[in-house]
């Protein structure tokens, strides 16, 4: 087992892309904290996981807009665990998908506080307990979509840009300290939300759900589009000794529909 010794906290962990790293982290022998603001899920996650892999896990309802909630989740994983060894990133919202001129102020905002401010206040208060150890592996989970550009999405396009570059500058900050901080970059991922996105092409454009899906796959150089067990594996690896001389990173995971 590979993180053997180990506690992560996944924000946003208790479905879809965030479960599936919170498993794989658990079944690599971490203890894991799952963090998300659907407190019944999170803790329903965490059962799950202690059962199927024999750690022990725990659920907290957190929203990570809240800087008083994010303390209290960050003394709550010392506290029951010892430490925080692994921060993942993960939660995140799609935002408002419109032209720019008819996005409303609201659904910025709230799209930059989950995608991006989220980011900074776990980040800010988990460096504490890393700088402690002098060790410890920050990783934010953004999207090829933070790398090109996507219209109609202008809010949650921004906000992974965003979190490119707080990785990018934060990885230059706490090297010194031992902490590493990288960023995965998924592409469009199987699950409930690539359905809602197709959904939604289709209502726009009048295409069948195989047109939109042929589309979509057909952009990445494999054809494919991404298990997000292959997110968790990423994950584990950038959390994982064998990755320590690897920080400052935005590594994506897309089949090859970005490569830069
Ligand atoms: N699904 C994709 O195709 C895809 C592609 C690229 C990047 N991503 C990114 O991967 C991450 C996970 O995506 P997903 O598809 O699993 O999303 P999802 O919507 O299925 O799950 C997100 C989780 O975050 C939680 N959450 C939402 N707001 C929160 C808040 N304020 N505080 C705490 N938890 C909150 C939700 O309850 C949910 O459990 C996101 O950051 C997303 O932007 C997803």
Redesign the pocket.
Known sequence: MKLEGNVAIV??????????IASKLASEGAHVVI????AA??EEAAVGITRAYGREAAGMG?????ERQVEALIAFAVERFGTVTILV??????GPVDETDKVDVDGWDVTM???LR?VFLSSKHVIPVMKQRKAGSIIN?????GKRPLPLRLA?ATS?MG?IGLGRSLAAEVGKFGIRVNTV??????????QH?FEGIMKASGKSYEEVATEKAEVTALKT??D?DY?AHCVVYLCSDESWVITGQDINICGGAVMY
């Open positions: 924000t946003g962990g208790a479905k879809a892309i965030g479960l599936h963090a998300d603001i659907d899920a999170a957190v929203d990570v807009t809240d990133n993960n939660a995140g919202i799609m506080a989950v995608n989220g989970v953004a999207s090829i979509t949650y992974k979190v970059c998924p592409g469009s991922v199987t699950g409930e939300r690539q996105v589009f991404v997000p997110i």
